[in-house]
């Protein structure tokens, strides 16, 4: 079957207002709104303990809450979560949650990227259960 790049234009343009507004054409938004800070800091602990206070995340607070790094890759932050601010986001949840669990699963394997990234100290040191 071949189609004109018109009609793949027309097919995605109808398929991304799906994808928006919802199959029965009404937006696809959240109900409620939420709060956004932006922070500018070369300190990422203490960064992140910024936004924490600011943000005030009671609705964590005795939770089990999952924290999702990225880690489909070893490579320096953008290209996966940098290590201190994983830690200092992981530090400052637990002071809210009742457990916290950290988890990904990339290819190459998460545990492969948690070793040549170092973070399986940190791991082993918090009540984490096994990242496999």
Known sequence: MDFSR????????????????GMKG???????????TFLQ?????????????ALKPKSIKGK???IKP????ADPT?????????????EEVWNWAKSVSVGDRSFPPTLEVM???GILPFWRSYR?????
């Open 6 to 21: 018109r009609e793949i234009l027309k097919n995605s343009g109808i398929a991304a207002g799906a994808c928006i507004l």
């Open 128 to 132: 984490f259960k096994s990242p496999l």
């Open 26 to 36: 009404e937006w696809s938004m959240a109900s409620q709104e939420s709060r956004v």
């Open 78 to 90: 953008p290209g996966s979560t940098h290590n201190d601010a994983l830690v200092a986001i992981v």
């Open 70 to 73: 990225n880690f489909n890759t």
């Open 41 to 53: 800091t070369d300190d990422r602990k203490r960064g992140i303990q910024t936004l924490f206070k």
């Open 115 to 117: 070793e040549k990234k």
């Open 64 to 66: 089990n809450v999952l």
